[in-house]
């Protein structure tokens, strides 16, 4: 069995400061790790994953992971913090193979200028 | 466009009624997933499909859910006798490969059970 828990249901932070959005799992099995983005009224896109290879993830828009086996962790940050990072954002787990994926609860990221 | 597409957008609809909704995936991907989202909640998994096999239902997708995917291709899923506790967005996604591979979503059904 997999789960993923967002340690904050919401984050705020002014434009151009640093952004943590924290994340920790658990699975039974060597897992793959992702970080969607969901804008007001808009589909959720993929913003970087990680699958065993590189613990340090680039993603899209200057977002990145880190992946830390020994602390089942997987944040995202991001340098400086734009007005259009503004939406909700999900971390999700998948144990491979025929495995459903699993999805957090979701931290809104709100941004101030 | 070529990305994952879903019908109808919206659907508003009478308790006890049946509905049914359509989800396009991108055409060269082989799996197929559909997900609940209600407010302030991340998307719940509900199935998914390999082409046209069924591999995996969630306990949520209780006997009044049932979905398809008769070609391989476009998917249903179909609520029957649906209840107020059924207002969801109801998400597909595709993708090529395992659950490794990202997913592509489509916009959702909104469904509001009156």
């Known amino acids: 069995a997999q789960s993923v828990t967002q340690l904050d249901s919401h984050v705020s932070v002014s434009e151009g400061t640093p952004v943590l959005l924290r994340c920790n799992y658990s699975?039974?099995?060597?897992?793959?790790l992702f970080w969607y983005v969901q804008h007001p009224n808009k589909g959720l896109q993929l913003l970087l994953k990680?699958?065993?290879?590189?613990?340090l993830v680039k993603g899209i828009n200057g977002f990145e992971a880190e992946f830390k086996k020994s602390e089942t962790s997987f944040h995202l940050t991001k340098p400086s913090a734009h007005m259009s990072d503004a939406a909700e954002y999900f971390c999700?787990?998948?144990?491979?193979?025929?495995?459903?994926?699993?999805f957090g609860t979701g931290t809104k990221l709100q941004v101030i200028p | 466009d070529t990305g994952v597409s879903q019908d109808p957008r919206h659907k508003i609809t009478k308790r006890g009624q049946n509905v049914t909704f359509r989800c396009d995936p991108i055409?060269?991907?082989?799996?197929l997933y559909w997900y609940r989202q209600t407010l302030g909640q991340g998307p719940e998994f509900l199935t998914y499909?390999?082409?046209?096999?069924?591999?995996?239902k969630s306990r949520l997708l209780s006997d009044r859910f049932s979905a398809e995917r008769p070609k391989g291709s476009f998917s249903t899923l179909e609520i029957q006798r649906t209840e107020q506790g059924d207002s969801a967005m109801y998400l597909c996604?595709?993708?090529?490969?395992?659950?490794?591979?990202?997913?592509?979503f489509g916009p959702g059904t909104r469904l509001t059970v009156l």
């Open positions: 996604a595709s993708s090529l490969g395992g659950p490794d591979n990202e997913q592509f």
């Open positions: 699975s039974s099995y060597s897992p793959s």
């Open positions: 990680y699958t065993s290879a590189a613990t």
């Open positions: 999700v787990v998948s144990p491979g193979g025929y495995q459903k994926v699993t």
């Open positions: 055409s060269e991907h082989n799996r």
């Open positions: 499909f390999q082409n046209e096999a069924q591999l995996e």
